[in-house]
């Protein structure tokens, strides 16, 4: 039989008061078995070590009812969902702190240089220009449920089974958005896949060696990318909240995923993308797209109404807005033309 040890013992030997170790207890946290004759609570070495997985979670800031839930069900996939979850919070805090700094910094900026008073109405428009930029951050939603596509999302590309066919050139576009993408680049770069789905565009660089990191926001199809490549790097991560420090990538890729973002949210996302870019760095993007609106408006008067339905239920990109929108960065887009609506854009 291991030593037993009393509450006071506990509490010194993680330094924490003998209060915090009730309250896990009244958590339901930890279970002491208690003395029979005196009532004292006498921790097992057992109990100590959940003491000390409590207080390590507890360091992530992981909420007791996550903890909770951990120590019910210990299977591997259960403990990478709730890190996963704590992952999601804690890169909302960041980018959430960076607004806000950014914030500050453009209005100390504005009480230095401003005139007299002025400065005061240029606080409230930075921090309005601030909320709209993160209500946008915070209010995307996954309304294609891509959780419950995963498992059959590349059985559904084979059939290509909608009106529009656009999964028709699909191997032939991964190609080239891959071909694209490493065009004069060495074999050393980091590439950033946004939207990596089942995996099937970071297979190519994977099987070439190349140093990629596969992001979605579907935990889902995580979960199928690391079953079929078991050495894919994986992040959860949005197009609008990128989990990624300043200028990490050389390279960064998306298919058939920049059309689940609004106009709106794409200008976020252009920026979030361009954050996380070196300053030399390559985007390649193939994805569903209209050149302009006009180009738009001829086609969409030769579609029928259940192919008008499917373009509808997604955000193709109009060419002509992501033009501007880069060259706002002095970034230059290339168009590529795979099919009547799917688009490879090179930006440099
Ligand atoms: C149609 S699938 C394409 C998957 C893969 N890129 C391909 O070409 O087969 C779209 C993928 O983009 C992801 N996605 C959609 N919106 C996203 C967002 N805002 N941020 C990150 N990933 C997103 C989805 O979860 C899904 O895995």
Redesign the pocket.
């Known amino acids: 039989m291991g030593k037993n040890y009393s509450i006071k013992e506990v509490s010194e030997i993680f330094n924490i008061t003998t209060n915090k170790v009730r309250f896990y207890e009244k958590k339901g946290l930890i279970n002491p078995k208690r003395d029979m004759d005196n009532d004292y609570r006498y921790f097992t070495e057992d109990d100590l070590i959940k003491l000390q997985t409590i207080l390590m979670y507890r360091e992530l800031d992981i909420p007791i009812e996550h903890i909770k839930d951990i120590f019910t069900d210990e299977s591997k996939d259960n403990i990478l969902n709730h890190f996963h979850a704590q992952w999601k919070v804690i890169n909302n805090q960041i980018h959430r702190m960076q607004l806000i700094q950014d914030s500050l910094e453009e209005i100390m900026d504005n009480i230095y240089e401003g005139e007299n008073e002025t400065y005061k109405e240029k606080i409230i428009k930075v921090i309005e220009s601030m909320n709209e930029v993160w209500e946008i951050k915070n209010n995307?939603k996954?309304k294609?449920d891509?959780?419950s596509?995963?498992r059959t999302?590349?059985k559904s590309?084979e059939r290509d089974s909608g009106n529009l066919k656009f999964y028709k050139y699909?191997n032939d576009?991964?190609d080239t958005t891959f071909n694209k993408s490493i065009k004069n680049k060495e074999k050393t770069i980091k590439v950033l896949?946004?939207?990596?789905?089942?995996?099937?565009?970071?297979d190519r660089f994977l099987k070439n060696e190349y140093d990629i990191t596969g992001?979605?926001?579907?935990r889902e199809?995580l979960n199928v990318a690391k079953e079929k490549y078991p050495k894919l790097k994986l992040r959860l991560?949005?197009?609008?909240n990128i989990p990624f420090e300043n200028r990490k990538f050389d390279v960064i890729v998306?298919?058939?995923?920049?059309?689940?973002?609004n106009d709106e949210?794409k200008k976020v996302?252009i920026k979030e993308i361009l954050r996380v870019l070196k300053d030399d760095g390559r985007i390649v993007i193939?994805d569903l797209m209209f050149e302009n609106q006009e180009e738009k408006e001829k086609i969409m008067n030769r579609l029928t109404k259940e192919e008008i339905k499917e373009i509808e239920d997604e955000h193709y990109s109009n060419i002509q807005l992501l033009r501007n929108e880069f060259k706002r960065y002095n970034r230059e887009l290339q168009i590529t033309r795979m099919d009547e609506l799917v688009f490879i854009i090179e930006v440099n």
């Open positions: 995307w996954d294609w891509f959780n596509w995963a999302y590349d590309v699909y576009i991964l896949e946004i939207g990596v789905g089942t995996g099937n565009l970071a992001m979605d926001q579907s199809m991560g949005d197009f609008l998306s298919t058939y995923a920049f059309h689940h973002l949210e996302a193939g």
